[in-house]
């Protein structure tokens, strides 16, 4: 693999991180919501997480039979209805959350990240991305033109050394993200705060509705 190889699926792990989406939206009320940038990036790691897992899955049994199975109406149905059912607790939890800045906001950045904060915000991140059935979708058009682009990929290290130039693309975006957070969150005042969370929840209840709107379609093809 070239470095233009290289750098391209670096690109295109970048641009699939970009757009507007529940993990953002999540990532925001993670770091935002609770005063701890480093949340945000776990939560970002967590969907890093179920890319990752579900490109060598899908590099490893064959895109036309990850695509046979995704055509199984019980499949899609119930990744769905998961999916849908995460996204509207996410945001409704958004919208009830109270934002308070503490006094001394040097708290803010030396104040301990417990175990179960670190397993929440990276739980946030995988359940997002593996319930979804459009990362699934997402995924396995993108192994047929990993294929077509005559990548070795015969051998378990040269999928990985395919996903891993992938999923720096993604990280670089999260880091970039998270840096902006950190920002919004050191120099924001609570009022801003508490908007932006509760506006990241409404998105993120849209995006529940969206998803469940394209399901039904997908079966009456409205």
């Known amino acids: 693999m070239n470095i233009n190889d290289k750098l391209f699926l670096i690109f295109l792990g970048f641009s699939l ?10 990532m925001i009320k993670q770091t935002l919501a609770n005063r701890k940038p480093k949340r945000g990036l776990i939560t970002g790691i967590g969907a890093m997480t179920g890319d990752f897992t579900i490109a060598l899955t899908i590099l490893s049994i064959g895109t036309t ?5 995704l055509k199984v109406k019980i499949i899609i149905s119930i990744l769905i209805l998961v999916n849908f059912l995460i996204l509207m607790y996410f945001g409704i939890s958004a919208l009830r959350m109270e934002i308070a800045i503490p ?19 990276y739980s946030s991140g995988l359940f997002l991305v593996i319930t979804s059935p459009w990362s699934y979708f997402w995924w396995a058009s993108f ?25 720096v693309g993604i990280f670089l975006w999260i880091s970039i993200m998270n ?3 950190y920002l919004t969150n050191k120099y924001s005042t609570e009022k801003i705060i508490s908007r932006i969370t509760k506006g990241s929840g409404i998105i993120i209840i849209i995006f529940g509705l969206k998803i469940l709107l394209d399901g039904f379609c997908l079966f009456t093809s409205c």
């Open 65 to 69: 039979l990850f695509i046979s199975l």
């Open 143 to 167: 192994g047929p033109y990993i294929f077509t682009k005559g990548y070795e990929i015969s051998t378990f290290n040269q999928k990985l050394v395919v996903i891993t130039y992938f999923l």
């Open 179 to 181: 840096s902006i957070l």
């Open 103 to 121: 006094k001394n906001e040097e708290l803010i950045d030396k104040a301990p990240i417990m175990n179960y904060e670190l397993l929440s915000s």
């Open 17 to 26: 991180a970009v757009p507007l989406g529940p993990i953002n939206m999540e």
